[in-house]
T-cell receptor, first 114, second 117 residues
Framework: AQSVAQPEDQVNVAEGNPLTVKCTYS??????LFWYVQYPNRGLQFLLKYITGDNLVKGSYGFEAEFNKSQTSFHLKKPSALVSDSALYFCAVRDMGGSYIPTFGRGTSLIVHP | KAGVTQTPRYLIKTRGQQVTLSCSPI?????VSWYQQTPGQGLQFLFE???????NKGNFPGRFSGRQFSNSRSEMNVSTLELGDSALYLC????????????????FGEGSRLTVL
């Protein structure tokens, strides 16, 4: 069975500082990995994905993520946080060798302090 | 291009009643999936439809059902509501199902927040 772990329920960072939101995954086949962001009372918005190729993927709003196969991680990063980045972030995985059903992490609340 | 539209946005029901939620995907998207979001369980997959056929189903009781119409619009129904069904129900669309030019990212609606009293 596939799984996603987001070990931090909440991440606090000061505006202008770099941020990292952690994600590790477990799948039996090749993973498709995704990050989504959710603002209050809204649906999820797609940020970026890794399917194949370069381990560093760039997405919307200046976010990027690094795929690390040996550590089965896909951490979300941004060089300089903005207060407007404060939201709930979800990591998700699809096992392309399995049922394709996406599994989401439990979410990490990012709080950027002015 | 209009996004995914879900109706109603908010609704309140009592135990034992049933509810039907609607989802209109992005124009041209033929795959629709549904998710239940709760603070305790996070985001849980309900089911996925493509071309009016259910492709995958999550681990939910038979009280939860869905369907997709020929115009790709989808509905989900929950019968005999329980207090634990209170949640945000999210619909997502994508352009292709797995195996057919699949890219994987989902485009979500803003959800239907169901409260069961």
């Amino acid at each position: 069975a596939q799984s996603v772990a987001q070990p931090e329920d909440q991440v606090n960072v000061a505006e202008g500082n770099p941020l990292t939101v952690k994600c590790t995954y477990s799948v039996s086949g090749n993973p498709y990995l995704f990050w989504y962001v959710q603002y209050p009372n809204r649906g999820l918005q797609f940020l970026l994905k890794y399917i194949t190729g370069d381990n560093l993927v760039k997405g919307s709003y200046g976010f990027e993520a690094e795929f690390n196969k040996s550590q089965t991680s896909f951490h979300l990063k941004k060089p300089s946080a903005l207060v407007s980045d404060s939201a709930l972030y979800f990591c998700a995985v699809r096992d392309m060798g399995g049922s394709y059903i996406p599994t989401f992490g439990r979410g990490t609340s990012l709080i950027v302090h002015p | 291009k209009a996004g995914v539209t879900q109706t109603p946005r908010y609704l309140i029901k009592t135990r034992g009643q049933q509810v039907t939620l609607s989802c209109s995907p992005i124009s041209g998207h033929r795959s629709v999936s549904w998710y239940q979001q709760t603070p305790g369980q996070g985001l849980q997959f309900l089911f996925e439809y493509f071309s009016e056929t259910q492709k995958n189903k999550g681990n939910f009781p038979g009280r939860f059902s869905g369907r997709q119409f020929s115009n790709s619009r989808s509905e989900m129904n929950v019968s005999t509501l329980e207090l634990g069904d209170s949640a945000l129900y999210l619909c997502a669309s994508s352009s292709n199902p797995p195996g057919q030019g699949f890219t994987g990212e989902l485009f979500f609606g803003e959800g239907s927040r169901l409260t069961v009293l």
